[in-house]
């Protein structure tokens, strides 16, 4: 817990770093800049449990106290008043605090607000803009209404029903009125002193922010699971403006031939998105369960995904249908798929190491075949343009070469790494593959010998690699968060795309290479201009 927390000042129109600000120990909880952007006021986490206020044109601490008495808990909120410089509010478990800084002596000293009989844990403060009051939303899922005079509460509100999952958010109104926001993704509006509900929607997720545009005409929310919205305060109707994932995307295709649509999948949900426009077009949700790998049938008529719960689900790429499931595919989950090119077989591997090839007909689906050498999970499965061969590689350090109409292994490559993703080239008589030893291996189909190795990344494995139609170009992506662009036969980087702030899982040259997209543990969905190599 030694280690210091930074405060990072940035100027907003250059995009650049001012400074770095570093007093608190080990978290920052909250910051908020006074009126004129004179002050800069910082809240410690837990453990450092002070309030410091810095001087924003100097880059200096004026001072600082602890920020919560002994008897109460800790704070976590702290908001700057509208119209004084010179006074902010702390709030937190039980604590309400009104501070003014007096700055000839160098101190802040802190009113604890009275609340009578109510003990509160505070999720958010907002300011009047006369600054006469301010309201405090709390986690019991009531508002408080306090005076910045007196420091006494002077009503709150509902008494009988309660926001469920608590207040997380609040946005005043020109009007006095009231726009609350709860974990239970609800978004009130309430009005008068007895904080009745005049209108109400639900949004998914918790609401973690709301922010007004212009006079309070529109404004917008935020939820915990990534979305935004935007809502017309006269109609008091949501519109979905933005959404992405909210947790690790585990995979990225695009369909056969065209680039303007690719899907992606995650814990909960596989979405498709339309590229020229960058919004998602449909959401397949399976709550609960994880999709590792998705492929789009060559024939365009299904999306096959393979989930750790062990069954692969075949749905409708337009509608999301779920069109047939293969129960107990794997024992440990399916971790990889592929299809073949006449659109009759599918095959997966599993988390046990196993390889298994189902026969797909009109109505039925079958298990053709078990193949099982591997003996640990199956990470990425490549069938060549025939049919007749596939290549898959294993995190138990060997990729495979097999015959699938004889189903028999041709080849077996061994190294000492996690292999994450293998190739084709697209003449279809080399491979290479990658993994957490950090090296990119050419490998001969015909006799699995090795042609060469290229170090692909200074730190952390690589996950992702996909090759170009003509296989002169290849993108590799992974821990280390930039997305390169290799020349095939140098064995060279030619490009590096710097953007991603989680490890990267997967990425894709688009068809028509009009853009390379990568997919991030954090979430991200990033695309990057393919470049004019000539």
Sequence with gaps: MGFKADIILWDFQRKELLARLSLHKGKIEGLAFSPSSL??????????????????????AVCGSPASARSAGSATVVVCSSCRDEMFVTAGNGTIRVWELDLANRKIRPTECQTGQLRRVITGVKMADDDNYFYVGTSSGDVLKVNTNNKLMTDYGPQKEKFSSGVTALLLLKTGDLIVGTGGGIVALCKGSNYKVMKKIQVQGAVTSLTCRGQGHQFFVGTNECQIYRINYAAFKEELIAACHNEAVQDIVFPLGT???????????????????????????????????????????????????????????????????????????????????????????????????????????????????????????????????????????TCIIWDIVRFSRKQMILANTLFKCVCYHPEEYQIITSGTDRRIGYWEVFDGSAIREVEGSVSGSINGMDITSDGAYFVTGGDDHLVK??????????????????????????????????????????????????
């Design 39 to 60: 002050y800069l006021v910082s809240l410690g986490g837990q453990d450092d449990g002070s309030v410091v206020v810095w001087h924003v044109g100097k880059r200096e």
């Design 259 to 397: 680039s303007d649509l690719f899907a992606t999948c995650s814990k909960n949900d596989i979405r498709v998105w339309h590229t020229p426009e960058n919004r998602e077009l449909l959401r397949i949700v399976i709550p609960n369960v994880t999709c590792h790998a998705i492929e789009f049938m060559r024939d365009g008529k299904s999306i096959i995904s393979a989930w750790n719960d062990g069954k692969i689900r075949a749905f409708t790429p337009e509608t999301g249908r779920l069109m047939y499931v293969i129960n107990h595919a794997h024992s440990l989950g399916v971790t990889a798929i592929a299809a073949t090119s006449d659109c009759k077989r599918i095959i997966s591997g599993g988390g046990e190491g196993q390889m298994r090839i189902w026969e797909i007909g009109e109505r039925t689906h079958k298990l053709g075949e078990v193949l099982k050498e591997h003996v640990s999970a199956v990470s990425c499965i490549k069938i060549k343009k025939n049919d007749r061969e596939c290549v898959t590689a294993s995190l138990d350090g």
């Design 485 to 534: 662009l290799w020349d095939y036969n140098e064995g060279a980087v030619t490009h590096v795309g710097v953007g991603h702030s989680g490890n990267i899982t997967r990425l894709k040259i688009c068809p028509g290479k009009k853009y390379v997209v990568s997919v991030s543990a954090d979430g991200a969905i990033l695309l990057w201009k393919y470049p004019d190599l000539h």
